[in-house]
């Protein structure tokens, strides 16, 4: 595991959470797959060091890891994904191609911008921690002959 990843296990026990070899695993299998990755790949990952996960155990560790904010989730038509948030410059948001599925990453200013309109003009707080995109890519769009305005 790498430093900066031994970084996030000391963050999970400094929010007063236990540092079990499952939470490692499935940490270890997120940085090991790098980018977006679904539960599947993870679970497959971690069943390759220890055949006794299951993947209910994935799925519980990776929503504790998502409440710490410690991996975003990504929300497709076809699931979801996750990855890593390794420090706190590391945040930014994703937009998602409703027709190919390809995930792009935006940065968190955008969303920043945004909170800031919607307190100025209704005075709404919006928790904007992860924010997911739906759309259509360049090439899609050019595909169905939509303009992209660039």
Not at 95 to 103: K, L, P, R, S
């Amino acid at each position: 595991m790498a430093r900066r990843d031994i970084e996030i296990l000391e963050r999970l026990k400094a929010q007063g959470h236990r540092l079990t070899p499952q939470r490692g695993m499935v940490l270890s299998a997120i940085a090991g797959l790098g980018g977006h990755v679904g539960v599947d790949q993870i679970f497959q990952r971690v069943r390759e060091v220890y055949p006794y996960m299951d993947v209910a155990t994935v799925y519980r560790t990776l929503q504790l890891l998502k409440r710490l904010h410690l991996v975003t989730e990504i929300v497709t038509g076809s699931g979801a994904q996750y990855e890593l948030v390794r420090q706190e410059t590391d945040r930014h948001h994703h937009m998602v191609c409703e027709q190919c599925g390809t995930t792009f990453d935006f940065p968190a200013s955008y969303a920043e911008s945004l909170r800031g309109e919607l307190t100025r003009a209704f005075g709404f707080v919006a928790h904007l921690d992860h924010f997911t995109v739906s759309g259509l890519c360049a090439a899609c769009a050019g595909k169905q002959g939509v303009s992209t305005g660039g």
